[in-house]
């Protein structure tokens, strides 16, 4: 099943989740996770939290739609150390479609989780796997990536957003007439 996404201003996304009780599951963790894969899919993303599809959850999936076999689902996890470096990328979100802002992660990071069938792991992730990991982990903390921008990035982003909305309104008439 495919969920749909929640609306930007939905309150759930600025709450901080509920941890997952594996052992009185709310509903079964095989079928969220695969209900969110398909979600992340049908929407071609590369990560998608629960808070997304008004999910009150610390759970989310991360892997790149097109490989829906490698999809990760990632249950109750939580940050164990960063790295000193950190690097300044474009990111973008599902619920914020057409606004990609330059946000400032951490290259890599050591995380602790669990996997839908409950077993926990701790792992390192690095580079564009460690950003996706942080970027849906502060979802689950309700924390917006736009809190992460500095403002002028922030508004450089709302401004290249406005543009491009234009300009696809007006490819859709031209196509249209």
Request: with cysteine; glycine share 6%; proline share 5%.
């Amino acid at each position: 099943m495919v969920y749909e996404l929640v609306d930007q201003y939905d309150p759930l996304l600025t709450q901080k989740t509920q941890r997952f009780d594996f052992d009185n599951p709310p509903i079964d963790p095989v079928e969220l996770f695969e209900n969110m894969r398909d979600t992340l899919v049908a929407n071609q993303g590369v990560g998608l939290a629960c808070p997304q599809v008004g999910l009150p959850y610390r759970m989310f999936v991360m892997g790149h739609h097109s490989v829906p076999d490698e999809i990760m689902a990632i249950f109750n996890p939580t940050i164990v150390d960063y790295s000193g470096e950190e690097y300044t990328e474009e990111e973008g979100c599902l619920t914020f479609p057409g606004l990609f802002i330059k946000i400032k992660r951490h290259m890599n990071i050591r995380v602790r989780m669990a996997i839908e069938n409950g077993v926990t792991d701790t792992i390192n992730l690095d580079g564009f796997a460690a950003r996706i990991f942080q970027h849906e982990y502060d979802h689950l903390e309700g924390v917006l990536y736009q809190k992460r921008a500095n403002r002028y990035h922030l508004d450089l982003a709302k401004k290249q957003k406005v543009k491009l909305d234009r300009m696809r309104k007006k490819n859709v008439r031209q196509a249209v007439a």
